[in-house]
């Protein structure tokens, strides 16, 4: 069962994302830092596919678990299973919430993105344990990022969604993030603030402020 102060710094990663950085030694410091929560997000040019990624999301598991935060999969549920996650996120176009939760055990923390109103309430109607709003800002890490959606947006949606837990993503910053939780999300969800930053472990403790 997902708590919502567990979205208060949800750090998102995959071996693409760390510039000449190594992505273990990464999330060894956002979690010194104090992240709330972790998703292994290998996609994109670069990433790593079959045993390597499997190998690096096990590596990535067992890190998380020494400090007791959750290890979360973005859209590959095999592999969640596979190396016992605490859950699976997907996003509009990967599996249903139902096809995820069937496969999954009961225990799952299921997180769902949403880019616009009818897609949030929808995934809140579903059972979503969270949503992923956004982009709130412009973003460059994701290729395909939809329009962003901004404050506004944000609090549109959580006025639309009631008390499920939401997390805001895209272009996230340790100067805006304080905005972001004023306009309605329990936390923030970033990669490149983290991942690229020159001390992550720093990056967290401002973005946990
Ligand atoms: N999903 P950064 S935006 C992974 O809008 C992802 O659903 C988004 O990276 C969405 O923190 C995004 O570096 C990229 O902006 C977030």
């Given at each position: 069962?997902?708590?919502?102060?567990?979205?208060?710094?949800?750090?998102?990663?995959?071996?693409n994302?760390?510039?000449?950085?190594?992505?273990?030694?990464?999330?060894?410091?956002?979690?010194?830092g104090?992240?709330?929560?972790?998703?292994?997000?290998?996609?994109?040019?670069g990433?790593?596919?079959?045993?390597?990624?499997?190998?690096?999301?096990?590596?990535?598991?067992?890190?998380?678990?020494?400090?007791?935060?959750?290890?979360?999969?973005?859209?590959?549920?095999?592999?969640?299973?596979?190396?016992n996650?605490?859950?699976?996120?997907?996003?509009?176009?990967?599996?249903?919430?139902?096809?995820?939760?069937?496969?999954?055990?009961a225990?799952?923390?299921v997180?769902?993105?949403?880019?616009?109103?009818?897609?949030?309430?929808?995934a809140?109607n579903?059972?979503?344990?969270?949503i992923?709003?956004?982009?709130?800002?412009?973003?460059?890490?994701?290729?395909d990022?939809?329009?962003?959606?901004?404050?506004?947006?944000?609090?549109l949606?959580?006025?639309?969604?009631?008390?499920?837990?939401?997390?805001?993503?895209?272009?996230?910053?340790?100067?805006?993030?304080?905005?972001?939780?004023k306009?309605?999300?329990?936390?923030?969800s970033?990669i490149?603030a983290?991942?690229?930053?020159?001390?992550?472990?720093?990056?967290?403790?401002?973005?946990?402020?």
């Amino acid at each position: 069962m997902l708590q919502s102060k567990e979205l208060a710094v949800y750090f998102i990663m995959g071996s693409n994302n760390v510039g000449e950085k190594e992505p273990l030694a990464v999330l060894k410091e956002a979690l010194e830092g104090g992240i709330t929560m972790f998703q292994f997000r290998e996609k994109g040019a670069g990433a790593t596919f079959g045993e390597q990624k499997r190998v690096l999301a096990g590596k990535m598991k067992e890190l998380c678990d020494s400090y007791n935060v959750p290890f979360i999969v973005n859209d590959d549920v095999d592999l969640a299973i596979a190396v016992n996650a605490a859950g699976v996120h997907v996003g509009q176009d990967d599996e249903s919430i139902q096809t995820v939760r069937a496969r999954c055990p009961a225990s799952y923390i299921v997180g769902v993105s949403a880019t616009n109103i009818s897609e949030a309430i929808q995934a809140a109607n579903e059972g979503a344990d969270y949503i992923g709003a956004g982009p709130v800002f412009a973003t460059s890490t994701k290729e395909d990022a939809k329009t962003p959606i901004g404050l506004d947006g944000l609090t549109l949606m959580r006025e639309q969604i009631g008390t499920t837990p939401m997390v805001a993503i895209g272009g996230i910053t340790e100067k805006n993030a304080a905005s972001v939780r004023k306009a309605g999300a329990d936390g923030v969800s970033v990669i490149s603030a983290i991942s690229l930053a020159t001390d992550p472990k720093q990056a967290v403790s401002h973005l946990r402020k």
